[in-house]
């Protein structure tokens, strides 16, 4: 067969998997490949770890491969070339035919073997429609899942089959926004009492004695001759009075003191996330503090107190939401006040948790609750004289303080998509500004209607902050 014949009849490829026979389809549909020296016309696609095997219609005499690591070659008669895929790549398959002639440059692609990780993919996640294809030496995955969870189980897959060469397109549908509900309720409550004496005497023959607040000569004379009646600082009763027996004069006085303290503190903060990134949430302020460089020079640190949240949720399969919260609740302590370079700073009162955890839409739970009962004691009296039955209360003093503090957090998760602006409801779309008539003449600081007026009237023993349809 002349070499014009050749090229008018044509040559019909045929792909043959090894182990496997695979019909070669009518020459209309066939590959087909002409005679152009040095070019590229034809791409033959071979799984990596994989063979196939290529026929031609004439015999050839010589077989050449441009890049053995990526494919390797071997003959298995004049006509039939046997091509393994090695590595991802392409590389060009050369056929010389008779005196050197030049019968077709084959581009050989290699690919990763998906066929396998295809069917893995439908046996570990088999209701999710995930399309794969090749991209040069990788594979790309497209489609949309139903959780972020399932889409990084496809993704750990794919890395074993093509590791640091995974595209991936895929999308997660459903709801993947959370809002997050957290309350924060704190109850302090504090008691102190305290029962102190004084007594001071004077008489002929012996110096003057003093006891309590009396405790130096001279406030005891002080307190004698009436010129002043010192008093224990914080006390909130005082009775003092004066007596003499024979040549000796006596002044008693008695100091009294009780509070109750309350204190109550409610945060109800919402916060709303995408599954996956962090959301932050502060009420309260932030504290200068003066900070000394090494250079000598103050320069003013700024620490943040009050309520604070951060959560980073993140939706699993069934609409189960994993959850790492971290809230804490601070205040000043003025009791632990530091004092540095003449600048006094107040310490920090600071309660915290820190925590992950798994719930359901609209669960809630509480991952922290404090209660704490502190109780502090103090006597003072007169060396033995305090011990005499009755009237040893004159020679001593005694107080107790008692606090106690009870906190607790609940947090409800809530998966949420957006809304139209037309749905919500702010605070202040309740007020409207007064005009001049109702505010000189009616001395309203709101308009007539709904304002103010309706905000008083309202029950606030509901939840409040904004309104939704």
């Known amino acids: 067969m002349t070499v014009k014949n050749w090229i008018a009849s044509g040559m019909a490829l045929a792909l043959v998997g090894v182990g496997q026979v695979v019909f070669t389809p009518p020459l209309a549909t066939a590959q087909t490949l002409r005679i152009m020296p040095g070019s590229v016309r034809d791409t033959l696609s071979v799984a990596m770890n994989r063979a196939v095997v290529v026929e031609t219609e004439l015999p050839f005499t010589e077989l050449s491969i441009a890049n053995p690591g990526i494919a390797d070659i071997s003959t298995l008669s004049d006509r039939s070339i046997y091509v393994l895929g090695k590595a991802p790549g392409r590389t060009t398959l050369t056929i010389l035919g008779a005196n050197g002639d030049l019968v077709a440059n084959v581009e050989v692609q290699v690919t990763p073997d998906i066929a396998e990780f295809r069917e893995r993919l439908r046996q570990i996640l088999p209701s999710e429609r995930i399309e794969v ?66 007594m001071a005497a004077d008489g002929v023959g012996f110096p003057v004695l003093g006891t309590g607040a009396y405790n130096t000569p001279a406030l005891a004379a002080g307190a004698l001759t009436g010129t002043r009646v010192p008093t224990q600082t914080g006390n909130a009763g005082v009775v003092a009075g004066g007596f003499t027996i024979g040549n000796v004069q006596f002044q008693v006085m008695l100091e009294a003191m009780e509070s109750n303290g309350l204190a109550r503190t409610l945060s109800e903060p919402s916060l709303t996330a995408l599954s996956g990134q962090e959301a932050y949430f502060l009420a309260g302020g932030e504290f200068p503090v003066p900070v000394l460089g090494e250079s000598g020079a103050v320069t003013i640190d700024y ?37 540095s370079a003449g600048v006094s700073v107040p310490g920090f009162r600071r309660r915290q948790t820190s925590t992950t955890v798994e719930l359901r839409d609209g669960e809630s739970f509480a991952i922290a609750g404090l209660l704490q009962d502190d109780f502090q004691g103090n006597l003072s009296q007169v060396p033995w004289l305090g011990d005499i039955p009755i009237l040893g209360a004159l020679f001593r003093s005694s107080d107790y303080q008692r606090d106690q503090s009870e906190l607790v ?61």
């Open 133 to 198: 294809r090749t991209a040069n030496d990788g594979i790309v995955l497209s489609g949309v899942v139903s959780s972020a969870a399932r889409l990084d189980a496809a993704l750990q897959l794919a890395e074993r089959y093509a590791p640091g060469r995974v595209s991936n397109l895929m999308g997660v549908g459903g709801t993947q926004q959370v809002m997050l509900q957290v309350r924060f309720s704190e109850v302090s409550r504090g008691v102190a009492q305290r029962l102190s004496a004084s």
């Open 303 to 339: 620490r943040a107190f009050g309520v604070e949240l951060t959560f980073t949720p993140r939706v699993l399969d069934s609409d189960v939401i994993n959850l790492q919260l971290n809230a804490s609740v601070s205040s000043l302590d003025a009791s632990t006040t530091v004092t």
């Open 409 to 469: 957090i609940f947090v409800t998760a809530h998966l949420v998509s957006p809304t139209r602006g037309e749905a919500l409801l702010l605070p202040t779309d309740r007020i409207r500004l007064p005009n001049e008539a109702e505010l000189f003449l009616n001395g309203r600081l709101s308009g007539t209607t709904g304002g103010a007026a309706e905000v008083a009237r309202q029950d606030f023993r509901g939840t409040y902050g904004y309104v939704m349809d």
